[in-house]
Structure formats: C-alpha cells, structure tokens
C-alpha cells in the first residue's frame, strides 16, 4: 500500500489545498533549517525575506521593509526585533524623523550574509532541480495563482458560489480621539516607505484636530474586523475647497478596496456638505493612487486653487468630476 493512499490530503485533492500547502511549506522550512544547523549558521528561514531585505539596501524602515516582503508592519516588527537580539541587525537613526525606526546589518550580519549568499544560491539550484524532476513550473504556477486571487480573492469567490452577499472592504468611521494615533502612524509608514516625512506632515498628523476637524475637514478611518487599517482627511481651505490628502493604508490591506472605500466615503461627505469642489494633490510616479483617484473620478486639471503645499514632494493636481464619480457609483452597485 502506497503512502499517499493512506494520505487524507492527497485523497480530499482541491478540498485540502490550503491544509496541504501549509503542510509542504512546514515541512521545507523545517528541512532549510535544518541545513543551516548542520552548516553551523545560527539563522532562521523565518527571518530570510526580512534580512535579505535590509541586505539588499541599507538603512531600510520596518515600514518600508513590510511593503517590500508582503507582511504586517507589526509581523516584520517582530522579525527585526530577532534579528536585533541575534545581533545580525542594528536600529540606526533617522536624519529627517527620529521616530522612524530604521535598520541595517550590523558587523556580525554582513559576515553572516557573506556566509549565506553561497548557501542561498545553492538552496535555488535544488529548488530548481527540485521542480525539474517533479516536471512542473512551481513558482511560474504561484505567480499566476496570487495574480488570480488579487482579482478576485478566496472569499470573494466562496461566497459567490455559496450565494452569500459580499462583504464590505471596510467599514467607514468618523474620527474619535482614540483613532489619533493611527491616523499618525499610518501616514508615517506610508511615507517612509517612499519619501520622508516633512514638515508641513507632521503638522497636521500631531495635530489633527486643529489643522483639520476645527477648520470645517472630515478625517476617516476604514476598518476591517475591529482594526484601523486605512485613513485619509477631508481638509477644507479658506475659500471653501475640499482637498482629499493624507491617504494611508496598512501594507498588509493595500489592493484590497480600502483606499476605494475611503475615497468613496470622502467624496459623499463632500457632496453632503453642498460642496464639489474636491481636489487632491498626488506625487506623479504614484500610478496606483492615480489609477484608484481616477476610477472614482477625479481627473487632471493644470492649475490648482489650493493654498501652496507645506511639503516640497511633487505632486499634480486632480478635480472631482461629479458625473464621472456617479458613473462610477452606478457601476458598483450593478456589479
């Protein structure tokens, strides 16, 4: 009698897909560190994606290390924490903010990464060769399966099937004091991840309730199962123009509806308010902001009648077009 007759996974076949791609990851991370304990390394598989990270570039933030690697900001957190105590990695500071926390290997890491970079390359050849003998295409297989599920995810397509109404991305909240500090450390890990916080952010993030809600603005916040994943402000200007700014969203929950949902609850609390005039100021090489800001609505315009920015990022300027957000709205809801 064969192994995989007595095997209830291989038997349930797509039934036991989630149960048994944790199996054979468990069982390949067991193995790899096993390897490095044979091969005297004290280093951990858990830690590879996180340390060839910060190898790769120096000076790296836990927030922009999340973003690259997939993971909370929180899991990645904890990994540079271990990473930290195995004296691999040292905290460095930050010229611009000292509250951004900021990595690099330290002199024992660099002597440990020049003592893994063989051994990696050689965990690649046995994969390969790995995927060669068993005649399939793994990793060209996964790329496609995350590309299928970023469309439209597991649940989504559960409860399809199962005739279930959809759930909602998030739910839209208004701000309360308790949600102070989120809407500050969301906006930090979105912008260390790829420019700095300046000035003129820190302003309204340490103090939201005077340079947004007393000035007439809204500040949201979306959450999905009890947790602050995402938040943007509604900022009202002297002469009555709505602009949509601070825009954040956990790496864990991007591509995933949460800015839509924002926008969405942002623009009706505009159109509430009798006004239209909503713009938003967005840096150029953002094509995935622009593409969701212009999915909802807005468009370009050349000049912008907003009071000039505190920050010196640059940025073009978008209108909302009402038509456009209703067609967008009508759509939606024909779905």
Not at 2 to 10: E, H, P, V
Request: glycine share 8%.
């Amino acid at each position: 009698m064969s192994a995989r007759s007595t095997d209830l996974m291989f038997q349930l076949r797509e039934l036991a897909l989630v149960s048994r791609l944790r199996r054979l990851g468990d069982a390949l991370w067991e193995e790899t560190a096993g390897l490095y304990d044979q091969l005297g390394l004290d280093f951990q598989p858990r830690w590879f994606a996180v340390f060839y990270a910060i190898g790769a570039r120096d000076r790296r933030s836990v927030s922009e290390l999340a973003r690259i690697v997939g993971l909370t900001s929180q899991g990645v957190g904890k990994i540079v924490d271990e990473l930290v105590g195995a004296g691999l990695v040292h905290e460095v500071g930050d010229a611009g903010d000292a509250r951004v926390r900021r990595v690099a290997l330290a002199a024992r890491g660099r002597t440990m990464r020049g003592r893994l970079e063989p051994v990696w390359r050689g965990i690649g050849e046995v994969a390969r060769q790995l995927m060669v003998d068993a005649e399939v295409d793994l990793v060209g297989d996964l790329d496609r399966l995350e590309t299928a599920l970023a469309e439209r995810s597991h649940g989504h397509r559960l409860r399809q099937h199962f005739g279930l109404p959809e759930l909602p991305v998030a739910k839209i909240m208004d701000y309360r004091p308790a949600f102070k500090k989120h809407f500050r450390a969301l906006n930090e890990e979105w912008l260390t991840g790829r420019f700095k916080v300046e000035p003129g952010d820190a302003k309204v993030l340490a103090d939201p309730n005077g340079r947004v809600l007393k000035r007439g603005g809204h500040i949201l916040f979306a959450l999905r199962r009890d947790q602050v994943v995402g938040t943007c402000a509604l900022i009202r200007h002297p002469r009555g123009e709505l602009e949509l700014a601070k825009m954040a969203v956990a790496a864990a929950h991007r591509y995933r509806g949460v800015g839509t949902s924002l926008a969405v609850a942002a623009i009706e609390r505009a159109l509430d308010s009798g006004s239209a005039a909503v713009y938003l100021r967005t840096h150029p090489d953002l094509a995935a902001a622009r593409h969701l800001y212009h999915k909802v609505g807005f468009r370009r315009v050349i000049s912008c009648p907003l009071p000039p920015a505190e920050v010196s990022r640059d940025a073009i300027t978008m209108r909302l077009n009402v038509d456009a957000y209703r067609r967008f709205r009508r759509s939606q809801e024909d779905q």
